[in-house]
């Protein structure tokens, strides 16, 4: 008895380190089939959004279907962007067939993406001037809000170290984190969301928890943190899957936030097919990530009020 339960710890350890995709398929097939049982995102849309997105192309993949629910409904709709993506070096090498991109690449990549994300705005309906381009450095955004937010940052893939991108909120502001909040604040006074869509920070990625960071600090002095709603872009253990287009299927929650009390906000099939035309608009990103982004387009769209407790997995 002790040595066949030996030899089953034994297989079952060799079948997650060689084939993990069996976990990642039994995980998300699961949890798919407990979407429906989640508690749907009801009551008015007819309010003013604002999405934080921390690169160009998270608000069409965390959000596009609620930016045209808030649009249909007679609500506003503004975007910020935290990052113009500029630290991608692996896509500026792809666009620009080259191994090693230049500070001067990954600049021309940024510019690139404002035009990428004016246009995926403009197909989901926001108008232009709802529109916010901070400019701060691509996957540093955690060292602004940690170690810099006093000290300048100096990006290693740009070599800048100030907002030096033409339509940005605070051309040539330092990479402060002080300079990062000052925008924020004035892009809240300005707008004064009723709902402020943000990355949780369950999120694997450094820049997505930095903005949430950032988001708690300043939504919670308010006392607006009613107003949060948290979404997820990178999940873990290969969130989403399957990966491609599979808009029959529901979005189920993230391996990394798991256990946080997920609303479901369901999709029309005509909501999913202008979601999917937005994310085309992202067409630097979609030559290298497209199955990846292709991924979420699915029935619903997931987000978790930050003030509400978690659930139990």
Not at 226 to 251: D, Q, T
Request: cysteine-free; charged content about 20%.
């Amino acid at each position: 008895m002790a040595i066949g339960f030996f030899v089953f710890l034994i297989l079952l350890t060799a079948l997650v380190i060689n084939a993990p995709w069996l976990l990642q398929q039994g995980y998300a097939w699961y949890y798919r089939g407990r979407v429906g049982a989640l508690t749907p995102w009801e009551g008015s849309f007819r309010q003013k959004l604002l999405v934080l997105a921390p690169h160009p192309d998270d608000e069409t993949l965390a959000a596009g279907g609620l930016i045209q629910k808030v649009q249909a409904s007679g609500g506003q709709v503004f975007i910020a962007w935290m990052t113009l993506g500029d630290g991608f070096q692996w896509d500026a090498a792809l666009l620009d067939r080259t191994l090693r991109p230049r500070p001067g690449d990954l600049r021309k990549l940024a510019e690139r993406r404002i035009g990428e994300a004016k246009a995926a705005a403009r197909t989901l309906g926001v108008p232009e001037n709802h529109l916010f381009f901070l400019g701060y450095p691509d996957r540093g955004l955690l060292h602004l809000f940690l170690e810099n937010f006093f000290t300048p940052y100096r990006s290693p893939a740009t070599r800048l170290d100030r907002v030096a991108y033409p339509g940005t909120v605070s051309p040539g502001a330092p990479y402060t984190g002080e300079a990062w909040e000052t925008d924020l604040r004035r892009i809240l006074e300005r707008v004064a969301p009723d709902i402020v869509a943000a990355p949780a920070p369950e999120d694997a990625h450094v820049d997505h928890r930095a903005t949430a960071y950032m988001a708690l600090r300043l939504l919670g002095e308010r006392g607006w943190l009613s107003r949060l709603r948290f979404y997820i872009v990178h999940g873990g253990l290969e969130w989403p899957l399957p990966k491609g287009l599979h808009p029959g299927l529901y979005l189920e929650p993230p391996p990394r936030g798991r256990h946080l009390a997920w609303q479901r906000l369901d999709l029309t099939p005509e909501e999913e097919a202008r979601k999917l035309q937005a994310l085309k608009a992202h067409r630097s990103q979609m030559e290298i990530l497209g199955r990846f982004m292709e991924a979420f387009v699915r029935k619903n769209e997931l987000f978790t009020p930050a003030s509400n407790p978690p659930v139990a997995p």
